[in-house]
């Protein structure tokens, strides 16, 4: 597919690269953020991490700005991308760190450098994050992976958890994730026994939310997806996800509330929006 990309950075010397991509249907955007190690089939070092880190925060710091324009009347939507996609240049996702320039473990497992915690800043990103995969998505790459919102993988797409064969233990969250992705069960024969995932596997289980088709590229069909959900209220998608983050974390009753309280802020917002709440009767 052909398609219009503005490049944020200089591709070729970056270890991460950005670019802005036009959605066609909607003629919104999405952000793509892919790691550019493809020779080391992206496994990611320090550089890499402090850098998907910086960015990603520049991303959440931009929707939270954007956001709060809606109490002065601006239009927020179309100043939002209606996604971020993520994916590593060349045959793999990411296959994990680069033992020869590791990120330090300490850091990255300690609440005192979240700001340089690519997992943590993805998980501020108020909008749906998009996980285009393909190969090797191995241990921390696994972790970058369960960070998305929705995850679209090509048949090459292998998963693999391998903390316990080498002795690590995970700080980006696959303990947690993974299993409720794909139950409790799953999870720990993943990763007591370090066994990969094929894709078509890993769709059975529901770890991947959507598997092309031989020959289809997956960061196609998550620009596919990012336009689809720019083709609807940009505003109601990132609220859905507030509610969806936040109910995940507590049980049924106060997820419940939790999502009544959202919505009564919703719509008390738009009753006191005359063009908002006219849309609204319309629907």
């Not at 990132?238 to 959202?262: F, H, I, P, T």
Request: charged share 20%.
């Amino acid at each position: 597919l052909e398609r219009k990309m503005a490049s944020n950075n200089n591709e070729e010397s970056k270890v991460v690269i950005s670019k802005i991509v036009e959605l066609e249907k909607s003629g919104g955007n999405a952000i793509i953020v892919s790691i550019n190690r493809p020779e080391q089939l992206n496994c990611f070092d320090a550089e890499v991490v402090r850098s998907l880190a910086q960015l990603f925060s520049s991303i959440a710091d931009k929707v939270i700005a954007s956001s709060g324009k809606e109490d002065d009347g601006a239009d927020a939507n179309s100043n939002i991308p209606a996604a971020v996609i993520f994916t590593g240049e060349g045959s793999s996702f990411c296959a994990g760190a680069d033992l020869s320039n590791p990120p330090n473990p300490l850091e990255q497992s300690s609440d005192l450098f979240l700001a340089n915690n690519p997992v943590h800043q993805m998980g501020r990103i108020g909008i749906p994050v998009i996980g285009a995969l393909r190969g090797h998505v191995i241990t921390g790459g696994f972790e970058l992976a369960l960070s998305c919102d929705i995850l679209v993988g090509e048949p090459s797409t292998k998963f693999r958890d391998t903390h316990v064969k080498f002795g690590l233990a995970p700080c980006w969250g696959l303990s947690q994730k993974l299993q409720k992705r794909i139950g409790p069960g799953r999870a720990k024969l993943v990763s007591y026994t370090a066994r990969p995932i094929t894709a078509e596997l890993a769709y059975s289980w529901g770890l991947l939310d959507e598997l092309v088709p031989e020959g289809i590229s997956s960061l196609d069909r998550s620009i596919e997806i990012a336009d689809s959900i720019a083709c609807n209220n940009g505003t109601m998608a990132q609220r859905y996800k507030m509610a969806l983050e936040e109910g995940s974390k507590m049980n049924l009753a106060n997820g419940l509330q939790r999502e009544r309280e959202l919505a009564l802020s919703h719509y008390i917002q738009a009753m006191n929006d005359g063009v908002t709440f006219q849309k609204q009767k319309n629907l």
